[in-house]
């Protein structure tokens, strides 16, 4: 795994150590914290996110203009509810993040009450997000608040996300490989899971870190994992548990643990 690849990782759970020798240790707490976790695909087996996507937009370009422009407009958001929310959507540690999608899902995600959906979403997170990193790694290219000097909604990473591309995003692969995969565990809620990882990749640029071309392309690359993933046994394995989870989930009258009305207005705001 390389510096880059152990660099999202870390931003993704949060963890007091590292997943690679040599790679930058991240202390969020002096507690120990678990390594982060084996994805279901080797390296040679992940979509090669050069071969998929097109370079970054070039400066000057009429879709850098198009990035610029969104970004402007994202910016103007910071501080309100949308942004709220956008920082909630950066955080990948569990076990917060396994209730990204539970009200999209309406039903309670957690380790206790359904671990396969939990041991599922933590494993693939691995995997999508690899997946963008070698075009990460080639192009490098500087994130939003690097260009337009306002506010990130971490800034306590801010070091971290001047030294890792932005293109594609990493958290919107992690997002909309997420969405695809419980819309198949809970196919009745599709339409609201999807639309809930269109708006968790647009957080990102909320959080003034990624333009919209890395958000779309990130998606890109997360439909392509997730497309990879069905060929694993395991995967399609804890899929189909997951999917068992969530109707006993459901029959117990299992409901989210986050507030969802608030959820819903800061969606409304941005």
Same mark, same amino acid.
């Given at each position: 795994?390389?510096?880059?690849?152990?660099?999202?990782?870390?931003?993704?759970?949060?963890?007091?150590?590292?997943?690679?020798?040599?790679?930058?240790?991240i202390?969020?707490?002096?507690?120990?914290? &678990?390594?982060? &976790?084996?994805?279901y695909l080797?390296a040679d087996?992940? &979509?090669?996110?050069?071969?998929?996507?097109?370079?970054?937009?070039?400066?000057?370009?009429?879709?850098?203009a198009?990035?610029?422009?969104?970004a402007k407009?994202?910016?103007?958001?910071?501080?309100?509810?949308?942004?709220?929310?956008?920082?909630?959507?950066?955080?990948?540690?569990?076990?917060?993040?396994?209730?990204?999608?539970?009200?999209?899902?309406?039903?309670?995600?957690?380790?206790?009450?359904?671990?396969r959906?939990?041991?599922?979403?933590?494993?693939s997170?691995?995997?999508?997000?690899?997946?963008?990193?070698?075009?990460?790694?080639?192009?490098?290219?500087?994130?939003?608040?690097?260009?337009?000097?306002?506010? /990130?909604?971490?800034?306590?990473?801010?070091?971290?996300?001047?030294?890792?591309?932005?293109?594609?995003?990493?958290?919107?692969?992690?997002?909309?490989?997420?969405?695809?995969?419980?819309?198949?565990?809970a196919?009745?809620?599709?339409?609201a899971?999807?639309?809930?990882?269109?708006?968790?990749?647009?957080?990102?640029?909320?959080?003034?870190?990624?333009?919209?071309?890395?958000?779309e392309e990130?998606?890109?690359?997360?439909?392509?994992?997730?497309?990879? /993933?069905?060929?694993?046994?395991?995967?399609?394995?804890?899929?189909?548990?997951?999917?068992?989870?969530?109707?006993?989930?459901?029959a117990?009258?299992?409901?989210?643990?986050?507030?969802?009305?608030?959820?819903?207005?800061? /969606?409304?705001?941005?």
């Open positions: 795994m390389n510096r880059h690849v152990s660099l999202v990782l870390a931003l993704a759970v949060l963890t007091a150590g590292c997943s690679s020798t040599g790679a930058p240790k202390q969020a707490t002096t507690a120990p914290k &678990p390594a982060p &976790p084996t994805g080797t087996a992940l &979509p090669n996110s050069l071969g998929l996507i097109p370079p970054p937009p070039a400066p000057g370009s009429a879709a850098q198009r990035d610029d422009a969104a407009a994202a910016v103007a958001l910071s501080g309100g509810p949308r942004w709220a929310l956008a920082t909630v959507d950066a955080d990948l540690s569990f076990p917060a993040a396994a209730e990204t999608y539970a009200c999209a899902m309406d039903v309670r995600v957690s380790e206790a009450d359904t671990p959906l939990y041991a599922l979403l933590r494993r997170l691995s995997d999508t997000g690899r997946s963008p990193y070698p075009t990460k790694t080639k192009y490098q290219r500087a994130r939003p608040f690097t260009v337009n000097g306002a506010p /990130l909604c971490t800034p306590a990473f801010e070091a971290v996300l001047r030294k890792d591309g932005s293109y594609p995003s990493g958290h919107s692969a992690i997002g909309w490989g997420w969405a695809l995969i419980l819309a198949e565990v196919p009745d809620r599709a339409d899971i999807l639309a809930r990882g269109r708006a968790f990749g647009q957080s990102r640029m909320v959080c003034n870190v990624h333009w919209q071309s890395d958000i990130g998606r890109m690359m997360g439909a392509a994992t997730v497309a990879k /993933l069905h060929a694993s046994a395991e995967f399609r394995d804890d899929l189909k548990a997951a999917q068992a989870e969530v109707a006993a989930a459901r117990k009258g299992l409901r989210p643990a986050r507030d969802c009305a608030k959820e819903t207005a800061e /969606l409304a705001a941005g």
